[in-house]
Every structure is written in C-alpha cells, then in structure tokens.
C-alpha cells in the first residue's frame, strides 16, 4: 500500500467518463460549477458553495471488491486535513482530458442536502458510485484531439505499474488510477490562476473561450509550430497561443481593430512557459541563487507565486548568480539567459500599453505575431520548447 500522507510523491487520480450515461458527462458537472460560480457573483451563495460532485459509478459487471481502497482512503485521509497538497483528478473519453481539482472524498450514497451539487443523470439512471469526489474547479487541458491526450497522459506515472507513463490502450484498469506527476506541477495555484484569468475559475475561463480552440491549436501544431515543439510546451501556453492567433486571424483585415487582446493572450503563454521551465530548473539551483529580493522582502523562488513578466526580465537577466547557473543547468541556456530577457523587455513595451493604454496596432500586432510564431523565421516559442533542465 502507499501511504499518501508519508510518500514523499503527491498521489494524483486518473478516471474514464462513459458517455453511455450522459450526453456529455462532463459538460453536465461544468453546468453546476458555472451556475453556482454566477450566483456567487449575484451575491446568492458564497464562494465556498461552489464546487459539484463526481462519482465514479460501480460497474454492474465487476467480480471483485474495488482495488485499492487504503490508498484512496489515505488521500481522502490527506484531503481532510486542514493544509494539504493539490490533489488532481484526471478525466478523459480518450479524445478530450480535463484536470478537476478535488478537495474531498466520500464513500458510498452522499446525503440528500448534496443532491443540488450532483448532475441528474446519478439519480435519474440510479447508478451506483464507490467513490465522490468533491471537485472545486475543473480546467480543460485537452479537447478533442486523441494524440494530444496521449502526450498528456505521458506525463503522469501509474504508481501501480512501476511509475510508467500512463496508456490510455491497456492501461485504464482498475481505475481510478492512481498516479504521480514527476514534475510535480500545480493547476490551481490560486495566484497563478487570478494573473492568468483575471480571478474566475478555470471552468470559468475555459467557457469564455469555447470549444473552436481546439481547431486552431491542431493547425498550429501541425502547420506552424510543429509537432515535438508543441507537445513540448505548458497546455495553458498552448491555449493561449492559440487564443491569440484566434484573435488574430478573425481581425486582420480589419485595420481599426484593437489587438491588445492578441497580445495579452500572447504575453499570458509566454509568462506559462517561462515560469514552467525556471520551476523545473529551480530545484537544482543553488539556495543563494534562487533567494532574490522581492518586493523588499528576501523570497525562495522555489515557494514563490508565478511570476509576472516584469519580474521574469529582473529574474533572469539581473540576476548574475542565478542567471549563471540557469545556463549551466538548461538545455537552450544560451538563449534563455542571454536573448530572452531582451526579447521579453522589448515586448513588455509593446503589452502594457496594449493591455492597459493605447490600441496596438495591426502592423505592430502581426510583427509579434510572426516573431512569437516563427513566421518566417525560428519562433520564440520554438526556442522555448527546446528549453529545458539537463
């Protein structure tokens, strides 16, 4: 058995949804996080009210008892406490992955007063669920698009069949599966998430932008960016790159259009993926190097928030000692210490005026557009991709 509050690797879950049961089980349990999430905001419910229950049904056909079970009940054990880890819960039908962030966990039949946090169908089919998972926020990673599944499953170790990538072919037995993440990322970091989504949920988020992504992020990776530099790159980056060229393309033959929105959501990618490659650089840096005066105070980068664009200049290009084991430590550390600081000035003068001032223009938009994409010539996001810890 592994223990989930001793282990010193966090334990995360990994679910199937049978669309047998809904139409869309997913988008039903979305429905009660946005419903609730706009009460809050017309003052009927509070904050702490919003969250909707999954529950993994029991399969009629099962033989034996359900696996694993001390293991669950240590994390849900973990979950009870008062401060505790970010537990995941992955879902997937194989063609789109979400990551649910679970904050409780039930055994057996939830209590009436629960009913109103749980979709219909639980009842109206009358299924049977081993387990319900209290989920806060759920936030896309992938939509419709099987091979970026596949990657993203990779990333993840089935902890019972010695830490491989999880496959989604042979591989979703017993579930849920139970999983680490060896990069140890966070998705619902709340600093993070206020910066990158102006304070709503994911799920929230998520909705404002649709489903059409999807199109444009499949082109980008085939036709511009290419495929390996693609997988390479944060989902929340990838989302937002394309959220960016959405924009772009649905406005660049109107010459009076504002594309500030094309740059915020641009510069949003480049604070993701820069922030995610100094995390996972950050554990071999030397203390000194990583303990750098924020806002007056002395911070360790390592337990600091995500860090801003401004910040990410400071941070890697005035930082000597850090700056110096950073382009030991990184493949691509070259560019990363010596080019990318300039590049991300340059483009912090293009962005707050965007954001906050001034219309950006088409010419200056498209510049960018092309610089960041590789338009022509090797894109930054490219060089990015290719940066990574030895």
């Given at each position: 058995?592994?223990?989930?509050?001793?282990?010193?690797?966090?334990?995360?879950?990994?679910?199937?949804?049978?669309?047998?049961?809904?139409?869309?089980?997913?988008?039903?349990?979305?429905?009660?996080?946005?419903?609730?999430?706009?009460?809050?905001?017309?003052?009927?419910?509070?904050?702490?009210?919003?969250?909707?229950?999954?529950?993994?049904?029991?399969?009629?056909?099962?033989?034996?008892?359900?696996?694993?079970?001390?293991?669950?009940?240590?994390?849900?054990?973990?979950?009870?406490?008062?401060?505790?880890?970010?537990?995941?819960?992955?879902?997937?039908?194989?063609?789109?992955?979400?990551?649910?962030?679970?904050?409780?966990?039930?055994?057996?039949?939830?209590?009436?007063?629960?009913?109103?946090?749980?979709?219909?169908?639980?009842?109206?089919?009358?299924?049977?669920?081993?387990?319900?998972?209290?989920?806060?926020?759920?936030?896309?990673?992938?939509?419709?698009?099987?091979?970026?599944?596949?990657?993203?499953?990779?990333?993840?170790?089935?902890?019972?069949?010695?830490?491989?990538?999880?496959?989604?072919?042979?591989?979703?037995?017993?579930?849920?599966?139970?999983?680490?993440?060896?990069?140890?990322?966070?998705?619902?970091?709340?600093?993070?998430?206020?910066?990158?989504?102006?304070?709503?949920?994911?799920?929230?988020?998520?909705?404002?932008?649709?489903?059409?992504?999807?199109?444009?992020?499949?082109?980008?990776?085939?036709?511009?960016i290419g495929e390996r530099a693609w997988n390479a790159l944060e989902r929340?980056?990838?989302?937002?790159?394309?959220?960016?060229?959405?924009?772009?393309?649905?406005?660049?033959?109107?010459?009076?259009?504002?594309?500030?929105?094309?740059?915020?959501?641009?510069?949003?990618?480049?604070?993701?993926?820069?922030?995610?490659?100094?995390?996972?650089?950050?554990?071999?840096?030397?203390?000194?190097?990583?303990?750098?005066?924020?806002?007056?105070?002395?911070?360790?980068?390592?337990?600091?928030?995500?860090?801003?664009?401004?910040?990410?200049?400071?941070?890697?290009?005035?930082?000597?000692?850090?700056?110096?084991?950073?382009?030991?430590?990184?493949?691509?550390?070259?560019?990363?210490?010596?080019?990318?600081?300039?590049?991300?000035?340059?483009?912090?003068?293009?962005?707050?005026?965007?954001?906050?001032?001034?219309?950006?223009?088409?010419?200056?938009?498209?510049?960018?557009?092309?610089?960041?994409?590789?338009?022509?010539?090797?894109?930054?996001?490219?060089?990015l991709a290719k940066t990574r810890p030895k």
């Amino acid at each position: 058995m592994i223990d989930a509050q001793r282990s010193p690797r966090r334990l995360h879950l990994v679910s199937v949804w049978n669309p047998s049961y809904a139409n869309d089980a997913i988008d039903e349990h979305l429905a009660i996080l946005l419903g609730l999430a706009r009460r809050v905001d017309a003052g009927e419910v509070r904050a702490d009210d919003v969250y909707v229950w999954w529950g993994k049904v029991r399969s009629q056909n099962r033989q034996q008892p359900q696996a694993h079970v001390s293991e669950m009940r240590a994390i849900a054990a973990e979950l009870a406490r008062t401060e505790h880890e970010e537990v995941q819960l992955y879902l997937t039908d194989y063609r789109s992955l979400y990551v649910a962030d679970v904050v409780e966990i039930r055994e057996d039949v939830l209590p009436e007063s629960e009913q109103g946090n749980v979709p219909a169908y639980y009842v109206d089919q009358e299924l049977t669920c081993d387990y319900w998972f209290m989920l806060a926020d759920i936030r896309r990673l992938v939509i419709d698009d099987m091979p970026a599944v596949i990657q993203e499953l990779k990333k993840l170790g089935n902890v019972h069949y010695n830490d491989r990538p999880v496959s989604l072919y042979g591989g979703m037995v017993d579930l849920p599966l139970f999983v680490i993440r060896p990069d140890g990322r966070n998705f619902f970091d709340e600093r993070e998430r206020d910066s990158l989504t102006g304070g709503v949920l994911w799920a929230e988020h998520d909705a404002s932008i649709g489903t059409g992504i999807a199109a444009v992020e499949r082109e980008l990776r085939d036709n511009v960016i290419g495929e390996r530099a693609w997988n390479a790159l944060e989902r929340a980056a990838c989302t937002f790159i394309a959220t960016g060229e959405q924009l772009f393309r649905e406005h660049r033959a109107d010459p009076a259009f504002d594309f500030g929105s094309v740059i915020g959501a641009f510069s949003k990618a480049l604070e993701v993926q820069v922030n995610a490659i100094l995390r996972t650089a950050l554990g071999r840096v030397t203390k000194p190097a990583r303990s750098i005066n924020m806002d007056g105070r002395t911070e360790n980068l390592l337990e600091f928030r995500s860090l801003m664009l401004q910040e990410l200049i400071r941070v890697i290009g005035g930082e000597q000692q850090l700056n110096g084991e950073l382009l030991a430590l990184l493949h691509n550390g070259q560019w990363f210490t010596g080019s990318l600081p300039a590049i991300l000035d340059e483009f912090r003068e293009v962005r707050n005026p965007g954001t906050h001032e001034r219309r950006i223009d088409r010419k200056t938009a498209t510049e960018w557009r092309n610089r960041l994409l590789g338009i022509g010539s090797t894109g930054y996001f490219v060089e990015l991709a290719k940066t990574r810890p030895k």
